[in-house]
């Protein structure tokens, strides 16, 4: 048997292209109010490493090249709201919706006063819909 030299197999750039990757940023509501006020599509991913509902999700839906096509192609900036580490910000950040834990989802269109709160188990094509909506 001969073996590859490690370098020549990376698996995360494998699995992951940089077109299909969504640019996230980190919440804070500071940042939402900034971008609601510019008129901004917002997307909020209420997530924590722990979260197996949150991983299946990030895998199925929220990892696809549609999906993030589709954020770019409507310029919705898409925030992640890491709750790892039960961040006080985002404890109130879900309480404000009436959540104790995570996922949590939050679509924000510029046309409406109140997020859309997608379920809980995403899809691609439940993704994709609502963002046809902006």
Same mark, same amino acid.
């Given at each position: 048997?001969?073996? $590859?030299?490690?370098?020549?197999? &990376?698996?995360?750039q494998?699995?992951? %292209?940089? %077109? %299909?990757a969504?640019a /996230?940023e980190?919440? %804070?509501p500071?940042?939402? &109010? &900034? $971008? #609601?006020?510019?008129?901004r599509?917002?997307?909020? !991913?209420f997530?924590?490493? /722990?979260?197996?509902t949150?991983?299946?999700n &990030?895998?199925?839906? $929220?990892?696809?090249?549609r999906v993030? $096509?589709a954020?770019?192609d ?5 925030? *992640?709201?890491d /709750?790892?580490h039960?961040?006080?910000v985002? +404890?109130?950040a879900?309480?404000?919706? @009436?959540?104790? @834990?995570?996922?949590l ?6 046309q409406? *006063?109140e ?7 995403l +899809?691609e094509?439940?993704?994709l #819909? !609502?963002?046809?909506?902006l």
């Open positions: 048997l001969t073996r $590859l030299p490690n370098a020549d197999f &990376e698996p995360a494998a699995a992951t %292209s940089p %077109s %299909s969504v /996230w980190p919440f %804070s500071a940042r939402l &109010e &900034e $971008l #609601q006020a510019a008129g599509p917002v997307f909020v !991913n997530t924590a490493a /722990w979260c197996i949150c991983l299946v &990030e895998r199925v839906a $929220l990892g696809s090249a993030a $096509l954020l770019a409507r310029e919705v900036v898409a925030l *992640k709201a /709750w790892t039960r961040d006080p985002i +404890t109130a879900l309480a404000a919706f @009436g959540r104790g @834990g995570v996922p989802y939050l679509l924000y269109s510029p409406a *006063k997020p859309v709160i997608l379920p809980q188990i +899809t094509a439940l993704l #819909q !609502n963002l046809q909506t």
